[in-house]
């Protein structure tokens, strides 16, 4: 009945807020340094071309006694909320500079990490600044950093983001534009951005299954990267017949469960061992 339904309702909502209101006191004790709730997990970056692994995404987790494992999609939208994707982001960038120096000592120095960033993040003044600091203090070589910034860049505030992204791709740290084409970006403004690479969203990857591609666009958007002088990674690639497609289409590189899921630094190191060292 009607009152019963209401009633369920409430508690299904209070229960959310509750949820909301538990991950963003551990939110807030993540950015006071209090608690190393937040850990990364890598994802390998297949080249296809070289068929090597040319790098790992960075891929953030929160994992707590009482909330258990709490997913990116979860906290990072109230990490914006909040603003406390400011601390937290550094602290995820340094965890992954920090993986940066293990993989060169153990003799992998050409394989890069590439960090999200949030649009909120990356529009704070000293973001530069605190980036090129770090990069330094660690001994990081800027050319082994790739950030992932999403279609959001292309909103009001693009002259200014495209100046601070200038300068960083300026030190050699490159820049990816994630989940390209779901989001509203144009193509001139595309061109005029200060971009490496764009990363076609898994979208466009799921549409090369089964084998019927008449419709399909993924090659168009190949091609107009290459003419922009962007190169390709591929997203969320599971099955053969799409890396297939993506080989013939010129890709460069691709991302997914066909080559693994985001795996811990241990398993991340005995993966390049198996594939890189042969
Ligand atoms: P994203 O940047 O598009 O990352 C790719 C997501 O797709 C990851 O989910 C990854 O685990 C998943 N994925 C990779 N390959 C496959 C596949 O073959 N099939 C399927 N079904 N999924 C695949 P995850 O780790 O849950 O992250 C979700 C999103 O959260 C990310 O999407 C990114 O937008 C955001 N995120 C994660 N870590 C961070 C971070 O440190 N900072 C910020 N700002 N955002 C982050
Ligand atoms: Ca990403
Ligand atoms: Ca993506
Ligand atoms: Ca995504």
């Keep these: 009945d009607q009152h019963f339904n209401y009633v369920f309702f409430d508690q299904e909502m209070e229960s959310k807020i509750l949820r909301k209101r538990k991950i963003k006191e551990v939110l807030e004790k993540i950015a006071a340094g209090e608690e190393n709730y937040i850990y990364l997990q890598f994802q390998p970056i297949l080249d296809l071309k070289a068929n090597h692994i040319c790098s790992f995404e960075a891929l953030s987790r929160i994992k707590s006694n009482e909330l258990g494992i709490i997913p990116p999609l979860e906290f990072i939208p109230i990490a914006e909320e909040t603003k406390l994707i400011v601390p937290i982001g550094k602290r995820i960038i340094f965890l992954a500079l920090s993986f940066l120096n293990k993989l060169k000592t153990q003799g992998y120095d050409s394989v890069k990490i590439s ?12 973001f530069n600044a605190t980036l090129f600091a770090l990069l330094e203090d660690m001994g990081v070589d800027p050319t082994n950093l790739i950030i992932e910034i999403t279609e959001s860049v292309f909103s009001d505030n693009f002259c200014e983001i495209n100046k601070k992204l200038k300068e960083l791709k300026a030190s050699g740290i490159e820049i990816a534009v994630d989940d390209f084409g779901t989001g509203y970006s144009s193509l001139a403004r595309e061109r005029e951005l200060n971009i490496n690479c764009l ?15 008449n419709g399909t666009i993924t090659g168009d958007i190949i091609s ?11 997203e969320g690639v599971e099955h053969e017949v799409q890396k297939e497609y993506l080989i013939e289409h010129g890709c460069d590189k691709m991302q997914g469960y066909l080559i693994s899921r985001p795996l811990d630094e241990e398993a991340a190191l005995d993966l390049l061992e198996g594939v890189n060292d042969v």
Excluded: C, G, R
């Design 199 to 213: 990363k076609i969203d898994k979208y466009f990857i799921d549409e090369l299954v089964p084998l019927n591609h």
């Design 224 to 234: 107009m990267a290459h003419k922009l002088e962007h190169y390709v990674v591929a």
């Design 115 to 126: 960090i999200n960033v949030s649009l909120i993040q990356l529009l704070t003044n000293d």
